[in-house]
């Protein structure tokens, strides 16, 4: 008898998916099942976009890379894709015409560190430096950083409250560091010899206004401001002889045109550290520089096929990796179509008669159901359960299903080659 119920359930159900809008996951995922013989179209900015995923993804979904944010709310708006996928964040102002909803992956972002020569687990470390240190050190202002509250202080200004928080280390005192007279390696240079800090980052771009403005002399916005406060904080802190680190350590940025380019100096120890927003969910396979045998890659790395190239690890394993700064979640972006009063002037597809249509069986399906679970529960007399309903299908995120999407304020674009592992998007982007 329940099974009838459901089946009676279903028939409401299948008229309201196809009429409404994705308006989250569980939406995506019950669509693209609905015809295994179709391949849906879903843009990517990139493969790596495509990657952090694809575990989640029937096999029917087709691929479509796009150049740049543009083409891809393009391709949304003209029902080439039904969604797009992207690490960036949508500009407040494109909210009113999309759904933005969580992909429920969220990736941390970290700096990197080059590690110190091992003959079996670093044969790429470096050689004549060391940046232990140093490495303590960040980690210790990052923490500090995260206790005092500058993070979210600086997540408030720049409007991205919303932000999902991913710690790693966050602890109530700071961390043990060396004495500054102590130090060793770079951190040594920096702070007795008065060394510039080199951070090396993607760029310079501007991701907005939130994320951050680099073109800027003083770029402005949550990354920027972020590393500032962690550096500022290095300063600070002080080892078991109470001797502060330091009142002003000098830090200059150094930017590269991608992640292969800044990595391979961070390797050859050109910069002591990269920027705050790595994602350390990617990996790195060699500097992916041309070459014609060994001795023109970097140590520990083999010339294969023309490019220098080291067995496919983890960037987390591969390098120093802090503690989480922050983290970034991939977002779908659905256009929206109906049911809601619409904002945008430019004229909507259907006609105010199909859209009508779409109300009544929307409220027709929407009754339908509530009179069927009523009727349910009167019957049965048991509480119903909406796992029932999601038995053999996406379980995991059923608590979606009742959750209404968050107010997507203050979101702006960020580029996606923040994600990618050295060439990603040699067949995609750039
Ligand atoms: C699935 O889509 C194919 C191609 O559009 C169509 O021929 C087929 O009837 C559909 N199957 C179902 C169950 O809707
Ligand atoms: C996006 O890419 C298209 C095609 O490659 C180009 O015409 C357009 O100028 C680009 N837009 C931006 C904002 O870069
Ligand atoms: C490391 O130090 C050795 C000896 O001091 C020197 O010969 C070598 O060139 C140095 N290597 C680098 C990469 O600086
Ligand atoms: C954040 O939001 C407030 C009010 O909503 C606004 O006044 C302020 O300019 C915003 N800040 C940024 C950096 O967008
Ligand atoms: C560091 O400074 C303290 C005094 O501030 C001194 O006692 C100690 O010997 C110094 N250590 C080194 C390695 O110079
Ligand atoms: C590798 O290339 C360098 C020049 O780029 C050359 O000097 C060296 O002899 C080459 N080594 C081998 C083993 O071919
Ligand atoms: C990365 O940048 C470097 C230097 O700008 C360039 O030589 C290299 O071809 C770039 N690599 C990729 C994969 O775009
Ligand atoms: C490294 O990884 C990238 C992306 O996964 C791939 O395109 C490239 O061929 C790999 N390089 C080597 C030498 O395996």
């Given at each position: 008898m329940l099974k009838f119920y459901f089946i009676l359930l279903i028939g409401?159900?299948?008229?309201?998916?196809?009429?409404?809008?994705?308006?989250?996951?569980?939406g995506f995922l019950s669509l693209v099942k609905q015809n295994q013989s179709i391949d849906y179209p879903v843009g990517f900015m990139s493969q790596s976009n495509y990657d952090v995923v694809k575990r989640y993804f029937p096999q029917n979904i087709k691929r479509i890379f796009f150049q740049n944010k543009t083409e891809l709310l393009d391709a949304i708006d003209k029902d080439v894709v039904i969604a797009g996928i992207t690490t960036g964040r949508l500009a407040?102002?494109?909210?009113?015409?999309?759904?933005?909803?969580?992909?429920?992956?969220?990736?941390?972002?970290?700096?990197?560190?080059?590690?110190?020569?091992?003959?079996?687990?670093?044969?790429?470390?470096?050689?004549?430096?060391s940046s232990s240190d140093l490495f303590v050190a960040l980690n210790a202002a990052i923490t500090d950083v995260q206790r005092i509250g500058s993070d979210e202080t600086l997540l408030n200004q720049n409007n991205l409250t919303n932000l999902i928080r991913a710690y790693t280390c966050r602890q109530d005192s700071q961390l043990p560091v060396p004495n500054r007279n102590e130090t060793t390696g770079f951190l040594r240079e920096i702070l007795l010899e008065k060394k510039t800090l080199l951070i090396g980052g993607i760029g310079p771009v501007d991701w907005g206004t939130h994320d951050g403005n680099y073109h800027l002399d003083q770029p402005v916005g949550f990354y920027p401001?972020?590393?500032?406060?962690?550096?500022?904080?290095?300063?600070?802190?002080?080892?078991?002889?109470?001797?502060?680190?330091?009142?002003?350590?000098?830090?200059?940025?150094?930017?590269y045109a991608n992640t292969s380019a800044l990595l391979k100096d961070l390797l050859d120890s050109k910069i002591h550290a990269t920027d705050v927003y790595l994602l350390v969910d990617g990996s790195y396979n060699g500097t992916g520089e041309s070459c014609s045998n060994d001795t023109q890659c970097l140590s520990g790395e083999s010339c294969k096929d023309g490019i220098c190239t080291y067995p496919k690890e983890p960037r987390y394993l591969h390098f120093?990796?802090?503690?989480?700064?922050?983290?970034r979640d991939s977002k779908f972006i659905t256009k929206k179509t109906s049911g809601t009063i619409k904002t945008q002037t430019d004229t909507p597809r259907e006609t105010p008669k199909t859209r009508w249509i779409g109300f009544v069986l929307v409220f027709a399906a929407l009754f339908g159901s509530i009179f069927i679970i009523l009727l349910i529960l009167v019957r049965r007399k048991v509480p119903y359960r909406v796992q029932h309903t999601l038995r053999g299908g996406f379980g995991k995120f059923a608590r979606l299903q009742e959750e209404t999407e968050p107010p997507m304020d203050g979101l702006d674009a960020?580029?996606?080659?923040i994600v990618q592992s050295p060439r990603d998007n040699t067949n995609s982007t750039t």
């Open positions: 409401f159900a299948i008229p309201t998916v196809i009429q409404c809008d994705i308006t989250n996951l569980e407040e102002d494109l909210e009113p015409r999309y759904h933005v909803f969580s992909s429920l992956i969220v990736s941390p972002q970290a700096m990197l560190l080059a590690p110190s020569y091992h003959e079996r687990t670093a044969v790429y470390g470096l050689k004549n430096q401001k972020l590393l500032e406060s962690i550096v500022q904080q290095m300063g600070k802190l002080q080892g078991s002889d109470g001797v502060p680190y330091s009142d002003n350590i000098a830090f200059k940025r150094k930017y120093l990796t802090t503690c989480t700064t922050a983290s960020f580029e996606d080659q």
